[in-house]
T-cell receptor, first 111, second 112 residues
Framework: GQQLNQSPQSMFIQEGEDVSMNCTSS?????WLWYKQDPGEGPVLLIA?????ELTSNGRLTAQFGITRKDSFLNISASIPSDVGIYFC???????????FGQGTRLTINP | SQTIHQWPATLVQPVGSPLSLECTVE??????LYWYRQAAGRGLQLLFY??????ISSEVPQNLSASRPQDRQFILSSKKLLLSDSGFYLC???????????FGPGTRLTVT
């Protein structure tokens, strides 16, 4: 079955630093989504990508749909304490009713 | 706007007891509905999804079951809980042509 490899698994950074994380797939996806989950809460959708090469921003967050359609990237600029949490990528192939999720990147920020 | 509810928020149940978790969505019609489980510090495991009333697809064979008695209601059940059923249960919905899924607040289940 399809698998998503999300990296890094965890990040420890200083406040103000930029963050980069990525997901790679063993197969082609038509949709890439990025979520953030705070402790004890449900994941919240950050950015949705539908087209290869697409670059989309949401405030300090920028995500890209890879040209090969097998990867996606999320960047966070000038991190702040509220960026702490777990970030998940999710992908969908054509015709699928369900998403495939990565294992998450846990972001910790030192003030 | 659309809203998704889950209850209860937390639940502590003994091994062998039954389970019923409920998820409801407001502000949309004919949504696709999903149940996920998340172990502590882990990723999301899809358990069931439904594209319509009475239509359930099971992703992982186990002692859980799901039902969709109404358009915007999705129920997760078990006849006899196992210790391994402990976890954070999340319901999600998506609507129309969008493939974006929106999650509820979750139910923390502890089986003792």
């Amino acid at each position: 079955g399809q698998q998503l490899n999300q990296s890094p698994q965890s990040m420890f950074i200083q406040e103000g630093e930029d963050v980069s994380m990525n997901c790679t797939s063993s197969s082609i996806f038509n949709t890439w989504l990025w979520y953030k989950q705070d402790p004890g809460e449900g994941p919240v959708l950050l950015i949705a990508l539908y087209k290869a090469g697409e670059l989309t921003s949401n405030g300090r967050l920028t995500a890209q749909f890879g040209i090969t359609r097998k990867d996606s990237f999320l960047n966070i600029s000038a991190s702040i304490p509220s960026d702490v949490g777990i970030y998940f990528c999710a992908g969908r192939d054509q015709g699928a009713q369900k998403l495939v999720f990565g294992q998450g990147t846990r972001l910790t920020i030192n003030p | 706007s659309q809203t998704i509810h889950q209850w209860p928020a937390t639940l502590v149940q003994p091994v062998g007891s039954p389970l019923s978790l409920e998820c409801t969505v407001e502000g949309t019609s004919n949504p696709n509905l999903y149940w996920y489980r998340q172990a502590a510090g882990r990723g999301l495991q899809l358990l069931f999804y439904s594209v319509g009333i009475g239509q359930i697809s099971s992703e992982v064979p186990q002692n859980l079951s799901a039902s969709r008695p109404q358009d915007r209601q999705f129920i997760l059940s078990s006849k006899k809980l196992l210790l391994s059923d402990s976890g954070f249960y999340l319901c999600a919905w998506r609507g129309g042509a969008s493939y974006e899924q929106y999650f509820g607040p979750g139910t923390r289940l502890t089986v003792t």
